[in-house]
């Protein structure tokens, strides 16, 4: 079986703040953008009791563990396909809630895709979704980058902080077809894993870490693990290993 980065347990946090923006009502007809293993989607078709819920991603590894978790606690209600949200041909209008958890930031196109979901919506429906704050907000990208490069300054990726800037958010949002735009900002921590060597393991499977360790030989990885696993342990809190983090809460209606 494929292994996959815990990001529900990551995010565990952050989902409840999410799930309570949402407010998913009975009829609702949700869909969840970048739904991972589809943790999101499946709280979703819960509170949707007589509507449904669909859950798009791009990666497949995901969409099959999705739908297993989905089996095994017998949500029956919900479904999710393997799909690009920029560019998947939607049923127009079909939609009464869109929701994302991290999963809008990385659009080649935003106003474009933003524009693809939003007719996806019905006129008035709400789009909630979370994006990340600068990188400066975020406790674990610099301390897992330092780390790694041995103290060196690296520069965090760019994609997962595109919507940074509330008012690049607001205006690629109002130029997608959305209205009465709203940015709350959100902080907590972000959890790795329940010690320093089990989250040291976690972090080695993001495209992050693969970046970072890319073209070092076998003497200079096994120093920057190390640093890595003391660092972690640094940041053990007894119950688990945990991170500072700064993201905007993000809602808008579809005009």
Same mark, same amino acid.
């Not at 089996?71 to 560019?87: H, K, P, S």
């Not at 998947?88 to 009464?96: E, I, L, R, V």
């Not at 704050?133 to 897992?144: H, K, N, V």
């Given at each position: 079986?494929?292994?996959?980065?815990?990001?529900?347990?990551?995010?565990?946090?952050?989902?409840?703040?999410?799930?309570?923006?949402?407010?998913?009502?009975?009829?609702?007809?949700?869909?969840?953008?970048?739904?991972?293993?589809?943790?999101?989607?499946?709280?979703?078709?819960?509170? $949707?009791?007589?509507?449904?819920?669909?859950?798009?991603?791009?990666?497949?590894?995901?969409?099959?563990?999705?739908?297993?978790?989905?089996?095994?606690? /017998?949500?029956?209600?919900?479904?999710?396909?393997?799909?690009?949200?920029?560019?998947?041909?939607?049923?127009?209008?079909?939609?009464?809630?869109?929701?994302?958890?991290?999963?809008?930031?990385?659009?080649?196109?935003?106003?474009?895709?933003?524009?693809?979901?939003?007719?996806?919506?019905?006129? /008035?429906?709400?789009?909630?979704?979370?994006?990340?704050?600068?990188?400066?907000?975020?406790?674990?990208?610099?301390?897992?980058?330092?780390?790694?490069?041995?103290?060196?300054?690296?520069?965090?990726?760019?994609?997962?902080?595109?919507?940074?800037?509330?008012?690049? $958010?607001?205006?690629?949002?109002?130029?997608?077809?959305?209205?009465?735009?709203?940015?709350?900002?959100?902080?907590?921590?972000?959890?790795?894993?329940?010690?320093?060597?089990?989250?040291?393991?976690?972090?080695? /499977?993001?495209?992050?870490?693969?970046?970072?360790?890319?073209?070092?030989?076998?003497?200079?990885?096994?120093?920057?693990?190390?640093?890595?696993?003391?660092?972690?342990?640094?940041?053990?809190?007894?119950?688990?290993?945990?991170?500072?983090?700064?993201?905007?809460?993000?809602?808008?209606?579809?005009?």
């Amino acid at each position: 079986m494929v292994e996959l980065f815990d990001y529900d347990a990551e995010l565990s946090r952050y989902h409840v703040r999410l799930r309570a923006a949402a407010d998913v009502r009975t009829a609702d007809r949700v869909l969840d953008i970048g739904c991972g293993t589809g943790q999101t989607t499946r709280d979703a078709a819960r509170s $949707a009791t007589s509507g449904s819920a669909l859950g798009v991603d791009l990666s497949r590894a995901m969409v099959d563990r999705a739908r297993e978790l989905s089996e095994r606690d /017998g949500v029956r209600n919900v479904t999710f396909e393997r799909a690009d949200a920029q560019v998947h041909p939607f049923p127009p209008a079909g939609f009464t809630l869109a929701l994302s958890r991290f999963g809008t930031m990385f659009f080649t196109d935003p106003v474009a895709a933003f524009g693809n979901i939003g007719r996806a919506l019905r006129p /008035g429906a709400r789009l909630v979704q979370l994006v990340w704050q600068a990188p400066d907000r975020q406790e674990w990208s610099g301390a897992i980058r330092r780390a790694l490069a041995g103290g060196a300054s690296t520069p965090a990726g760019q994609a997962a902080f595109s919507l940074a800037d509330p008012a690049v $958010a607001t205006g690629v949002l109002t130029a997608a077809g959305f209205t009465a735009v709203e940015l709350t900002e959100v902080s907590e921590p972000v959890y790795y894993g329940p010690d320093a060597a089990a989250a040291r393991d976690a972090i080695l /499977g993001l495209r992050m870490a693969e970046e970072l360790l890319a073209g070092l030989d076998t003497a200079a990885t096994a120093r920057a693990l190390d640093r890595l696993l003391a660092m972690l342990d640094t940041h053990d809190t007894g119950a688990g290993v945990w991170f500072g983090s700064g993201a905007w809460l993000i809602t808008a209606r579809r005009r």
